[in-house]
């Protein structure tokens, strides 16, 4: 296990297309979470599944935007209808959580590669 | 709303100078702070946070609550300290998964 994959790494599309990115998490990790960035700006939070649950979703997931991660393993984003706005790098992260359910702990979140996506 | 702040976009200093990048962050509960780096053509890496309190790199950061700040300091720059650093905040609330508030990014320059 090399650490979070992601695919593909470059997407270029046309305005008004599908576009489906996947992530692979570190094997033993439970939690997985998407993020989105911009030129010039901090990655921002989109979702976070723990293991198949999606608990969290940001309100800059458009109803354009679903994202699944069935039987816990691999993640994957899509966004329908794209927008020259959804241009952007699309990272993926998992963490191991050991909690349950009680407190707070931090699990240290390593990051993919990123997919890069250019809406035309 | 939570909100992390890194007032520079880019820092330049020279080999061997101190080098200090700044982080203010505003949330009314108890956060956890952290540092994380990109290098160039590589993926963001966490550098170090605020609860392990060491010392990664020669880098050290300390929470201060009363200005709700977390400034990353090095007293030494060495050029591979080139990158993109980013202040990023969790808030420690039950339950909540634990996403990160994320900053600007600043863009630190080390010259020879």
């Known amino acids: 296990d090399t650490g979070v994959s992601q695919n593909p790494r470059h997407k270029i599309t046309k305005r008004g297309q599908n576009v489906t990115f996947r992530c692979d998490p570190i094997?033993?990790?439970?939690?997985l979470y998407w993020y989105r960035q911009t030129l010039g700006q901090g990655p921002e939070f989109l979702t976070y599944?723990?293991?198949?649950?999606?608990?969290?979703k940001s309100r800059l997931l458009s109803d354009r935007f679903s994202a699944e991660r069935p039987k816990g393993s691999f993640s994957t984003l899509e966004i329908q209808r794209t927008e020259q706005g959804d241009s952007a790098m699309y990272l993926c992260?998992?963490?191991?959580?050991?909690?349950?359910?009680?407190?707070?702990?931090?699990?240290?979140?390593?990051f993919g590669p990123g997919t890069r996506l250019t809406v035309l | 709303a939570q909100r992390v702040t890194q007032p520079e976009k880019l820092l330049s200093v020279f080999k061997g100078a101190p080098v200090e990048l700044k982080c203010n962050y505003s949330?009314?509960?108890?956060?956890?702070l952290f540092w994380y780096v990109q290098y160039s053509r590589q993926r963001l890496q966490l550098l170090l946070r605020?609860?392990s309190r060491e010392s990664i790199k020669g880098f050290t950061a300390d929470l201060n609550k009363g200005e709700t700040s977390f400034h990353l300091k090095k007293p030494f720059a060495q050029e591979e300290d080139s990158a993109m650093y980013y202040c990023?905040?969790?808030?420690?609330?039950?339950?909540?998964?634990?996403?990160?508030?994320f900053g600007q990014g600043t863009e630190l320059s080390v010259k020879p």
């Open positions: 992260a998992s963490s191991f959580s050991s909690l349950s359910g009680t407190g707070s702990s931090y699990n240290e979140q390593f």
């Open positions: 094997s033993e990790h439970n939690r």
């Open positions: 599944f723990q293991n198949e649950a999606q608990l969290e």
């Open positions: 949330y009314s509960g108890s956060p956890e």
């Open positions: 605020h609860i």
């Open positions: 990023a905040l969790k808030r420690m609330i039950y339950n909540q998964g634990g996403k990160l508030i």
